[in-house]
Structure formats: C-alpha cells, structure tokens
C-alpha cells in the first residue's frame, strides 16, 4: 500500500483583478491574483506537482485590465489567457460574464489558454457535442483525477443570443450524472470533481434548469469527490452527506481573489503491478478557505505585466468632461436620483423611447465634483450592456415596477416601520447592514409620473398618473421601453415573471438594439457637453410623504450610518 497527497487550489469569480490596485476607485485592492500567485508558489514549494490550480470562470469581465485586452488592444495576445498561463493552471471553467464578452473575446482566451476551458453542458449546434472542453484528466503519482466542468446554462435568460450564437445549453445536473458514469467507466478515475460556476442554491429556476444547482447535485449525485464553485460570489466551505451517506466536499472562494479554496487529498491505494492497475483503499478529503489579507503581491508577477498595469492607469485616468456637483449611487434607492435619471436620459434619447428603466448598479458609489474620468464611467455602470428598446403595454409596465420595487421596498402598517427591506448579518463578529436583495435589481422609471404607495402590497403601490409631459397614460397602449440588454433579454425575470410576457416573445417584442455598450453613450454624453450638472427629473416618489420621509430618514441612517451627513439628505429636500 502507498499514500498520494494531492492539493488543490481554487480561484473563482476574479473579474480581472490581475494587481494589487484597485483602478475603479484609484486605491490598493486586498484580493487580486498577484497576492494569490504569491500564495499559490509557496504551496508549490511543498507539494511540487501535487498541487493543482483550478478556476471556476469569471475572469474577463470586472476590472479594466482585461477589458483593454478584449476590446481595445485586440491584436496582442489576451492578457486573461497570458497571466492564467504564467501562473500555471491546470484547468479553468468558463462563466456566463465570459460568454457576455461575446465570441471573439472567449474563443480567443480559450484558443491562446494553454490549460483547458472546459463546460460539458454547453453543446455546440453545429456538431451536437460540447462546445468547450467537457472534462480533462490529471494523473498523479498514479492516482486519475477528472475535472468536469459545468456553467449556468441560464445564460440565454440574461444576454443577447448574438453572444453565444451557435450554442445549446442543457441542465447542470443531467449533465452532471452523465459525465460522472463516462469519467468512471471510461477513464476509470479515482477521484471525481465538478469544476462549476453556478451558485450554491436559488436564482433562475425553469421547468428545465435551475441557475445555481450545487446543492441539489451535492446531495444527490452519487460519485462526486468534491464541486469546487462560484458564480454566487458567497464564501461556501462544508462536507455534504448525499443520500447515499458518502461525503462530498463544496468550497467556494468567493470573489476577486480575497480568497483561495483549498482542498487536501489524502489517497490510499494498492498497486496490483501484474494487472498494472490498482485498488484505491481510502480517501479523504477536507477544505478550507484562505484568506490573501496580508499577503504580499508577487513583485514578479507585477514586474512582467508592469506595462499593462501603466496602460491601464493611463487609460482609467483619462478625463471626458466634468460634473458640477457630487453625485452618489446610494440616493437613488431613497427617490429620485440625478445619476438613475443621467442614465434614463441617455436610453431614452439613444432609441427615442417613450418610457425607460434603469437601476443604480452599485451600492454606494461618490462621484466628486469635477472632472469625469473613465474610470467613473466603469464605477457607474459595470458592464458591457447595450441599450434595448422594447414594445411593451401600459398594463405590463405597471407589473414590471410592481414587481421591481417589491425588491427593496416594505409594506409600512404604522409611520414607525422600515420602508426598506433590510437585513442585517454578522461576519468576524462585525454587523453589516445591507438591503436584502441586490440593488442593481432596484429599476425605476422615468418617461412617465408615478407614485409608490408603500401602505399597500405587491400589485397595489404603482399609481401612473401620465406621462412625462402631461398626456394621458393608458394601460391598454403600446409604448417604446427603453433598458439595458440584461434585462431585455429576461434577466432577473422582470419582463416575464413580472410583466408577463413569454421568454420566447421578447425577441419580436425588441425593436431596438445598440451598435455599442452604455459606457460608449456616457462617454459621448461628456464628450458632447463638457461640463454637466446632474439633477434629478422629479417624476416619481413615494407615499404618503407624512410617514415616508422620516421613514426614509431613519432607513438611511441605517444603511450609511458613517456617512450621514447634510449631502446625504438632499434627495430628501
């Protein structure tokens, strides 16, 4: 009998933080692969060709590094599959914010990735079979470890079909049961992983898939060592105990690299050399999360990449115009907001629709007086959405507000209740205090005044009173909606779970696309104006003002208790 220890190494969710620099805020980052690498090469030291290096995707998308590389500076190599290269993976999944990054980005990393991007569920149409890497063996010191890859297949719910033309994706768990039968009979593994990015349980669930399904599949699917996963950015390390009482040990390191997932495998195994086979005896396996706070950044690792990095600066620097007053992301939970209504403006005005929908992307971001650099653009609006214009009725617009802003708001029964929905948890012994859903699902509009009548439930707060410019709206008409291409593709489900529409009629319903990204419209907006002063249009706010004001006072203080200072209030003025 001998012993094989095998280490794994686990990244996830790394949205291109490459340096130990956070450039859409200009400060230092405490995650990014720089600090990891230099984690990474110290375990190297001590298990040599034992430990392996994994990622569950994510990657091209997040911090600007990458996003030179994949839009702008094309005919170099990509900069994601060159840094995966130099540290050394051994395989990587792909995510659906890759695939958002469209073909000619994600075929270009995987064909310059020297180690395989894999998804066994996502099928090419042309050929019927896999259309990246379905799964890859690694053996050492005799021992056959599988890796299957597998990806949210909710991603025709989320992105333009133009992104991901030419393929099919099928449920994770089918797909899954499969590949472990194959990996077992056909490559007579001995230890069987899923390299996932979905998330641990909830999101998207269809009739024929559900988006985040390691849960289900921990518990259920007998023969799988261990699911190494993110796509829920949520730290996650525990031994399951599926149906059949064997242990299936889950991990996920969240994001950005402020984390590795780690696993130890202890083998046990009998080497019948006349059969030359063997006969595995025992397993073991056991997780933990590390943390990379403290860790130094490798200065190597730094030096090769140090042009990309300038480039980067350079770039994130650069100036379009200017603002001529502070702007903040968090007032627009609390009314109307300058910076939700700047971005209805440019929608409506890019496809000349009637009505737009539009959320704050993130949770508190400052945007100082001054001059507007590219890197504010980033920080306001993160992601390479295009602008959609969609045929939608008075009816389902009422349904899809309904239906957003029962994701932040509370039904108040007395003038002393919350008027958000707010959760409190408890990390390292610390309270933090969040909304309990995410707010970049927290749409409003604007092209027609409203109110939000807070005393009442779901389906009872939408009061259209006309549109914008006094005509009379009416829910039986048709009207021209503007929204970033997310959601016009069925993300967060609010165009069919909540106004009702089929998944399958939102590409008729579609009359309007955008040649470019939102950020390209900012930037022309400052481009075209110099120096703006953002304010808010007033067409919307809730009621009755009597409770709600201080409601949102108090709620406010809540949530940015550090911050509550005289500007914070002037939504409220």
């Not at 379905?134 to 297949?153: F, K, L, Q, S």
């Not at 690792?301 to 502070?326: A, N, P, V, W």
């Not at 110099?530 to 706010?541: E, F, P, R, S, T």
Request: with cysteine; aromatic share 12%; charged share 25%.
């Amino acid at each position: 009998m001998r012993t094989v220890n095998i280490r794994i190494l686990h990244t996830s969710d790394i949205h291109g933080c490459l340096f130990p620099f956070d450039f859409l805020h200009g400060k230092e980052a405490t995650g990014s692969l720089s600090r990891a690498y230099n984690y990474i090469k110290s375990r190297r030291k001590t298990f040599g060709r034992n430990l392996l290096l994994i990622d569950s995707g994510d990657i091209l998308q997040g911090q600007p590094t990458f996003y030179l590389s994949n839009f702008i500076n094309t005919e170099k190599p990509n900069l994601a599959a060159s840094v995966y290269n130099y540290m050394q993976y051994d395989c990587v999944t792909i995510g659906n914010h890759d695939i958002e990054t469209g073909h000619l980005v994600y075929d270009k990393f995987n064909k310059e990735l020297d180690s395989p991007l894999l998804a066994a569920n996502i099928i090419c149409t042309r050929t019927g079979r896999p259309y990246f890497k379905p799964y890859t063996i690694i053996e050492r010191e005799g021992v056959r470890i599988a890796i299957i890859g597998m990806t949210t297949p909710t991603v025709p719910y989320w992105l333009n079909e133009e992104l991901w033309q030419g393929m099919r994706f099928l449920s994770i768990e089918k797909c899954t049961r499969e590949y472990v039968e194959l990996v077992k009979d056909k490559e007579n593994a001995d230890i069987i992983i899923g390299l996932f990015h979905t998330g641990w349980k909830g999101g998207l669930a269809l009739e024929e898939y559900e988006e985040n399904a390691v849960r289900h599949i921990a518990e259920s699917i007998e023969g799988i060592d261990a699911i190494f996963f993110g796509h829920d950015h949520r730290l996650f390390c525990d031994t399951i105990m599926n149906r059949n009482g064997h242990k299936v040990l889950c991990i996920n390191p969240a994001s950005d690299a402020h984390y590795i997932g780690e696993a130890e495998i202890t083998v046990v195994l009998e080497d019948n050399t006349s059969a030359n086979n063997h006969v595995i005896i025992s397993k073991e396996i056991h997780g933990k999360l590390t943390s990379m706070e403290g860790i130094e950044p490798d200065e190597r690792i730094i030096s090769d990449f140090s042009h990309d990095y300038s480039t980067t600066k350079h770039y994130m620097d650069q100036s379009f115009g200017s603002t001529g007053k502070t702007t903040k992301t968090r007032d627009c939970f609390f009314g109307n907001a300058p910076l939700t209504d700047f971005i209805h403006h440019i929608q409506m005005e890019v496809c000349g629709a009637d009505v737009s929908f539009s959320a704050p992307l993130c949770f508190d971001e400052v945007f100082p007086e001054g001059p507007f650099r590219t890197k504010d653009i980033f920080n306001l609006y993160k992601y390479e959405n295009q602008i959609y214009a969609l045929m939608m009725t008075g009816e389902e617009i009422v349904r899809y507000l309904e239906t957003s802003y029962d994701l932040w708001i509370d039904t108040m029964l007395s003038a002393e209740d919350h008027i958000m929905k707010i959760q409190t948890y408890e990390y390292e012994g610390q309270e933090y205090t969040f909304f309990k859903n995410l707010a970049f699902n927290f749409d409003t509009a604007a092209g027609i005044i409203y109110t939000v009548d807070v005393t009442q439930t779901k389906g009872r707060r939408i009061n259209i009173l006309s549109m914008s410019d006094g005509t009379q709206f009416s829910l039986n008409a048709k009207y021209k909606v503007a929204m970033h291409s997310y959601r016009g593709n069925g993300g967060t489900e609010f165009l069919t779970r909540g106004a009702g529409i089929p998944h399958e009629e939102l590409r008729n319903r579609t009359v309007f696309r955008s040649p470019h990204n939102m950020r390209y419209y900012i930037q022309k907006e400052f481009e075209n104006h110099g120096d703006m002063y953002l304010k808010a249009d007033n067409n919307w706010h809730f009621i009755p003002t009597g409770w709600t004001e201080e409601a949102i006072r108090r709620d406010r203080n809540v949530l940015f208790p550090e911050r509550m200072d005289k500007d914070c209030l002037t939504v409220l003025e």
